[in-house]
């Protein structure tokens, strides 16, 4: 078989002392992928795998992926690859399940490792599918565990590797893909490293309509610069519902009033919007938002609570109900931004300000509704609220 060179070759000399390590661990995992790739198996195996194992061979097992995946590159660029190097190679393939696993992991990866791992990681055509997605999140870890000025020192990989997770797209991984942007836009944002004096795609979808309407609707009330530096906080929300404590003391930095600003025109250009056709999700549905303009609504949503103004409330009150309604009664699509609405829905519920009117919006919204999900979390809200 083609070899890639060892993991030395590959990544640089920060690794030499993990090569014998990662070659013991090519050994098993070359004939474990195979083996499996002739049939499913249920991939909470890997995670099994993954868990059972050292540090240290966890770290070499993450080099004999990389060797493995730049051997199967090769052979495919040589003609020479029928498929039973390492399986599928594409979303689901045994390779990618395992790189998979070892992403959720932190490991103990020295400074110069991080650096190489995400200098390698960015490479154009490094790894494809599922594979290129996990490596992303490998990276992204590894870099996330660095201290202050250690990560300050890596703003060169940690912007090059941001860029490259955030250019790349397809359903296969996408998830994943947007977690590990998520991650690395934190950690830019820790390291000072990012470029705030400009509107860029980094907070905004650009595969979706609401991105360019949102920033025209935005620089009306907003000068660019500031505006940048509002929108590139929303943008490191995160993908869960509610705000982590990290984004609030990032809110507090930029300040609170600054960023609820523009909080205010990203959401009413949400109730502008059509149904557009022309953006899909992985399961073939017109959305609404594509997944970064969701992540930097949800944070939009929750600014308005920590600066509010009076008509605040009526404004996350349409949203939530724009979002969580489908295109037509009895359209088998799902919500329309079903994470908007959600994040509307919970910010209404800590909404201290205008209790009584915030209230009746969470009514209205349990009322008017008929998602049941949608109905729990207004009422979920409106308990909180009155508690």
């Known amino acids: ?60 097992m993450v080099l004999a992926l990389i060797q493995l995946y730049a051997e199967v590159a090769q052979l495919m660029l040589e003609g020479r690859w029928a498929g039973s190097a390492i399986g599928f190679f594409g979303y689901e393939d045994p390779a990618s399940r395992l790189l998979r696993a070892l992403a959720g992991i932190r490991m103990g990866w020295t400074a110069p490792q991080a650096r190489a791992l995400a200098a390698y990681a960015s490479k154009p055509g490094t790894t494809t599918g599922q594979g290129g997605c996990s490596l992303f999140a490998v990276a992204a870890r590894a870099l996330e565990q660095l201290n202050d000025s250690d990560l300050a020192d890596s703003a060169q990989e940690l912007v090059s590797l941001r860029n490259a997770a955030d250019s790349t797209w397809g359903s296969a991984g996408e998830t994943e893909r947007i977690a ?71 809110v507090g930095e930029v300040g609170a009033a600054q960023v609820a600003e523009v909080a205010r025109p990203l959401l009413s250009t949400v109730l502008t919007l059509e149904d557009n056709p022309a953006v899909i999700n992985p399961s073939q549905y017109p959305i609404l938002l594509g997944p970064e303009s969701t992540i930097t609504t949800r944070g939009a949503a929750w600014a308005l ?63 008017n509704i008929r998602n049941t999900s949608v109905k729990k979390q207004a009422a979920d809200a409106k308990a909180t609220l009155t508690r």
């Open 180 to 250: 590990a942007v998520q991650r690395l836009k934190q950690q830019v944002w820790r390291a000072g490293a990012g470029s705030r004096n400009r509107i860029g795609r980094r907070a905004l979808d650009w595969r979706d309509e609401f991105g360019p309407a949102a920033r025209l609707a935005v620089l009306r009330v907003v000068p660019e610069p500031e505006a940048a530096i509002a929108l590139e906080v929303l943008g490191l929300f995160g993908t869960g519902s509610e705000p982590t404590r990290s984004w609030r003391t990032w």
């Open 305 to 367: 609570t920590m600066a509010p103004e009076p008509d605040d409330v009526r404004l996350l009150h349409d949203v939530a109900v724009k979002c969580a309604s489908k295109p037509t009664l009895g359209d088998p699509r799902p919500q329309r931004a079903a994470g908007l609405a959600s994040s509307a829905i919970a910010a209404l519920g800590r909404f201290q300000s205008a209790p009584a009117s915030a209230v009746d919006a969470l009514q209205n919204i349990h009322d």
């Open 1 to 60: 078989m083609t070899t890639a060179g060892s993991a030395s070759d590959l990544l640089g000399d920060s690794f030499a002392d993990l090569s014998d390590v990662a070659e013991s661990e090519r050994q098993w995992i070359a004939p474990w992928c195979a083996e499996r790739a002739r049939g499913w198996r249920d991939r909470t195996e890997a995670r099994t795998v993954v868990s059972g194992r050292t540090d240290l061979e966890r770290r070499g």
